[in-house]
């Protein structure tokens, strides 16, 4: 029982951690981000290997034959929805019975709170056009599914055509155990939402939708295909779903697995692998890679329309054509049977994907580093202000503390808090009527404004409490927040890692110094940087006025993206990081 | 003080009120936190429809409460939240009332001893004033009902706020002087609160002023007569049970449910992951381990703390609430509201940063979990276990770190504050 017992070690071990408190604290946060960029550099992630026993092999035949036929297929469709004008669901339905699915239909309707800018849409109305491929000689217990999304103009044409034709293909085997469903979702994420909720019936965003007529059993596993073109000359890996969610590594091994069968160049975030790692150029790459990684995870919301599927403990991921400069091209039937083969290997399936890593970071696709290789790296930032918390406890040990003078600037912290979520949207016509802006304009500029204006309430809150400005009441402020801040960022890394590590990196140096006369950084600087930094690093910068834009329609999606599919970012940083970060910002305004 | 208590009880109401108007009553009354199969109020709900029907309400494994509780529900049954929140007012003021006599009685020991010269000159600092103990008795109902984890366990109905109302009630007239018939109710709604009876009985001997002497003959009897009316009232309480139901299902039912653990829902207890990994050969084995380290502690800790009865009183309830078969928050929250009355012992705690801290964290950390591992499958029971380890690890932690505190004022109070090795030099205490 030494160290909790014996006086005189506690005596020595707390001298230590009192004398040199800020050096540890600035040596913690250096070898934590050193620990994450490290985890880039090769030699210290992990071969990606198979784990489920039952995707053992790639030991399939794929006979795919009809590639030309898909793209034909495509074209008509593509006709078909100029002439309708959106989703052609009765030439869908057509050719889906055609080819011996039985096709389903389910209309869906959705009045989003504010006009979404970026896709231009305010009221959404559409349909889902869906086929059953029942399997031959199997209970119907399991399915898979296989969707495209019907966008509008000219894009993922070819996706439904490739979807069509391995429909038709499918229909021809015998071996099929679970039943496979071929989706068409109309205006993606919001489609797919409706499809979801009414497969499972639930509905959690208050969507309108017509029930399923039809069903096939519990889902195992789903793709979703993005082919925008006649050749592609690589596939794409999309793997960052809802709230950061990733699918099971297995997925991602097996697509990598019959990229290198079939030999199809495949990437992960449009970045193609390197050899040289021990190069400063090709570390730098695979750094990039997963930067990009922990961005998009961080965003937590679905880069593909795979991403609602995870909710429900359904593994899913979006692959992607990409057809760019490169000389040797890849044409549709290929890519029909490496989908013919990805497939029959998910067919085998016997129970849900569950023997691989859920938690990873990807820095290429055959290199992966799990939780227990970059949780210390947040486990190190942390630490610094569990740190902070210690000194502050023993320099206010004697006299003890009173926890009723802090509770004022919490309860005002999280009222602003919860007028920050609950503000913007319910004002926007309000703020119309008055302002010459548009809705969505005026949603996130009244964000903007509530934001700043509890930036400018410490001023206006010591004027009403008196006698609060003394000496020790701030430290057990900072005390309080700190702790507040360590047990919300622990929260936040173990749902969604990138998330967690991203606030960790900008707001733990500023919690842990922050006293009465420094200056400090708000999120909403994080947020702003982070916007700059993913365009870097997608080799596409802008300018200072583009990226403000940027920054704007940003957070106009966040604030979307938790209204129509429950994305959390939003009500956590509105409802929780916000109010803490407020009683920094508190301590900072104290005299 | 009756103003600030009648003060205190109206914002608990409200607040309890306010909160099951709400939407996140649902919510918490599935959290496996909060309710367990002995306590959930749905179970209630479910053997009041199977006795409706005149089934009894033991068949099918749903009902494991003692038959008191659902023919008390069978007429309560509409004003179901109005009982909850009274239980939790009453368990409040008894709460309330027996801290109050028993820091009386602290005072006059104390004034009796500094009388007779018995405290060395250095430990003055030590000594109580009526000053710093005025406000003990409104600060541990205040504990008590605005714990959030007593406000959860009332928003979820659970009958452990029933258990609480019993158990405080005991404590009452325990240190009221006549406990020997209050105590069977408790120790009708679970087996654990027979540890209780124990303490009772030295918190008697030493009112009566009867010496804790094994060879002495008034010893013995006080502690037969003890016995004798202690069992007369169990057996009266288990026959009155029989007679409302009608049969004697209800014994393997509630108490055998209690000792045999056979539903392994998980909980913040120790009991589930083990016998969800154990094999059926050893199951009995390793069953009576886990069942008597919730009785051992009864024995070593009422020899060492036979002057400090309502400290055991404490300590037994703590370790109870620690170590049984289905805990939930609700028996956390009750030994939690006695910390006010040791806070004179704050010099002497020296983990409780440390466990404040991990005991946040970890009730933070329970929900997240759960989500992980239940509805986004990427955790799986590993995952919560572990918080649960660390969460029992920290309560240990507390009331092992009270116990030295207190322990350590008592010796301090007859050797002095200033210890002083046989040279004359400075001494520091070691625990070893």
């Not at chain 1, 040596?27 to 981000?33: E, K, L």
């Not at chain 1, 679905?302 to 692959?319: K, Q, S």
């Not at chain 1, 009723?404 to 009222?415: A, D, E, G, N």
């Not at chain 2, 479910?46 to 659902?70: K, M, Q, R, W």
Request: aromatic fraction near 14%; charge should be neutral; charged fraction near 15%.
């Amino acid at each position: 029982m030494g160290l909790l017992s014996d006086p005189n070690r506690r005596r020595a071990l707390i001298s230590l951690l009192t004398r040199l408190n800020a050096p540890i604290c600035v040596v913690c946060y250096m070898a934590g981000v050193a620990w994450f960029m490290g985890l880039a550099f090769e030699p210290f992630t992990l071969r990606t290997y198979m784990s489920e026993n039952a995707m053992g092999s790639t030991m399939v035949e794929e006979r795919f034959p009809a590639g030309e036929r898909a793209l034909g297929t495509g074209r008509e469709f593509s006709a078909h929805k100029k002439k309708a004008g959106g989703m052609p669901v009765d030439w869908l339905v057509k050719t889906m019975q055609s080819r011996g699915l039985e096709v389903f239909t389910q209309r869906f309707s959705r009045r989003l709170p504010f006009p979404d800018e970026d896709k231009e849409r305010y009221m959404v109305k559409g349909t889902n056009v869906y086929g059953i491929l029942r399997a031959p000689r199997a209970p119907r217990t399991e399915a898979l599914v296989l969707s495209a999304p019907c966008s509008p103009g000219d894009d993922n044409n070819q996706a439904v055509g490739v979807l069509l034709g391995l429909a038709q293909y499918f229909r021809n085997q015998v071996f099929w155990a679970k039943d496979i469903i071929f989706l068409v979702n109309e205006h993606d994420l919001i489609g797919m939402q409706a499809w979801l909720e009414g497969y499972h019936h639930t509905n959690t965003t208050g969507m309108d939708w017509s029930p399923l007529q039809g069903r096939g059993g519990s889902i195992q596993a789903a793709l979703s295909l993005e082919l925008s073109s006649d050749v592609v000359t690589s596939l794409d890996l999309v793997l960052e779903g809802l709230n950061g969610q990733l699918p099971n590594l297995d997925l991602a091994n097996l697509f990598y697995a019959f990229c290198q069968k079939i030999g199809v160049l495949c990437t992960t975030q449009g970045k193609l692998q390197r050899n040289d790692w021990d190069s400063v150029s090709g570390y730098s790459h695979a750094v990039q890679t997963m930067m990009l990684m922990v961005m998009k995870q961080a965003s937590g919301r679905p880069w593909g329309d795979h991403g609602l599927f995870l909710r429900y403990h359904i593994e899913a991921a979006t692959i992607k054509g990409i057809n760019s400069f490169r000389q040797y091209k890849t044409d549709a039937t290929t890519i029909g049977r490496l989908l013919e083969g990805m497939y029959r290997k998910l067919n085998n399936l016997l129970e849900r994907l569950h023997q691989s890593y859920f938690f990873y970071l990807m820095p290429s696709l055959s290199h992966f580093v799990s939780i227990g290789y970059y949780m210390p790296a947040f486990g190190l930032l942390a630490l610094i202000l569990l740190l902070r918390a210690l000194d502050l406890w023993i320099q206010l040990a004697t006299p003890p503390p009173g926890v009723l003078s802090v509770l004022t600037p919490l309860v005002i912290s999280h009222l602003t808090g919860v007028a920050l979520y609950t503000l913007p949207i319910h004002f926007q016509e309000i703020a119309v009527e008055h302002f010459p802006v548009s809705e969505t304009e005026a949603v996130v500029l009244t964000a903007i404004a509530v934001y700043t204006a509890g930036l400018a309430l410490p001023h206006n809150t010591h004027r009403l409490l008196t006698g609060r400005g003394t000496e020790n009441g701030w430290k057990v402020l900072k005390l309080v927040a700190v702790l507040y801040l360590a047990v919300l960022l622990g929260c936040t890394a173990l749902i969604n890692f990138s998330l967690g590590f991203i606030l960790a990196l900008t707001l733990v140096p500023v919690a842990a110094f922050v006293t009465p006369d420094l200056c400090s950084a708000t999120p909403a600087c994080t947020l702003l940087f982070s916007v700059f930094l993913f365009q870097e690093l997608q080799e596409m910068p802008v300018s200072f006025l583009d990226g403000w834009m940027l920054y704007l329609s940003v957070i106009s999606q966040g604030i979307l993206d938790h209204a129509l599919y429950g994305s959390l970012v939003y009500p956590l940083v509105a409802l929780l990081v916000y109010p803490c970060w407020l009683l920094f910002w508190n301590i900072l305004f104290w005299k | 003080m009756a103003a600030p208590l009648t003060l205190l009880l109206l914002v608990a109401v409200t607040v309890r009120a306010a909160l099951y108007r709400s939407s996140l009553a649902d919510l918490i009354s599935e959290r496996v936190e909060v309710v367990s199969p002995l306590t959930a109020w749905k179970r209630v709900v479910e053997g009041l429809a199977l006795l409706d029907l005149g089934v009894s309400p033991y068949s099918g494994d749903v009902f494991h409460e003692t038959p008191l509780i659902i023919y008390l529900f069978h007429f309560l049954v509409d004003y179901a939240e109005i009982t909850f929140m009274l239980a939790d007012v009453i368990t409040a003021v008894a709460l309330y009332l027996s801290v109050k006599d028993y820091n009386k009685q602290v005072f006059r020991k104390q004034k009796y001893a500094l009388e007779a010269d018995r405290y060395p000159l250095d430990c003055l600092e030590l000594i109580r004033s009526p000053k710093e103990m005025q406000y003990i008795p409104l600060k541990v109902a205040m504990f008590y009902l605005l714990n959030p984890f007593t406000i959860l366990s009332c928003v979820a109905k659970s009958t452990c706020g029933l258990n609480n109302a019993v158990i405080a009630l005991f404590v009452l007239s325990t240190i009221k002087g006549n406990s020997r018939t209050h105590s069977s109710p408790a120790e009708g709604n679970s087996i654990y609160p027979l540890t209780l009876c124990a303490a009772a009985l030295l918190y008697l001997l030493q009112r009566q002023y009867i010496p804790v002497n094994l060879r002495r003959f008034s010893f013995w009897w006080f502690v037969a007569q003890y016995a004798f009316m202690y069992l007369g009232s169990l057996f009266v309480i288990v026959g009155l049970s029989f007679f409302l139901l009608g049969s004697w299902d209800f014994l393997p039912s509630v108490y055998g449910f209690i000792l045999s653990v056979p539903d392994l829902t998980p909980n913040i207890g120790l009991f589930w992951y083990f016998f969800a990994e154990m094999f059926e050969h050893f199951r009995l084995f390793f069953l009576c381990v886990f069942q008597i380290n919730v009785f051992f502690y009864t024995v070593p800790l009422s020899i060492k703390l036979k002057e400090h009865p309502v400290f055991l009183i404490f300590m037994q309830l703590a370790v109870i609430s620690i170590f049984k078969s289905y805990p939930t928050v609700g028996d956390i929250a009750l030994y939690m509201a006695f910390l006010p009355v040791w806070s004179h012992l704050h010099r002497f705690l020296r983990n409780i940063f440390l466990v404040s801290c991990v005991l946040l964290a970890c009730s933070a950390l329970f929900p997240v979990l759960w989500h992980l591992w239940i509805y986004a499958g990427s955790a799986n029971s590993n995952f919560y276990y572990a918080i649960t380890l660390l969460f029992n690890v920290a309560q240990i932690l507390l009331v092992s770190d009270y116990f030295y505190a207190f322990l350590r004022r008592e010796h301090h109070l007859s050797h002095g504050l200033y210890l002083k090795r046989k040279d004359g030099s400075e001494a520091t205490l070691v625990l070893k």
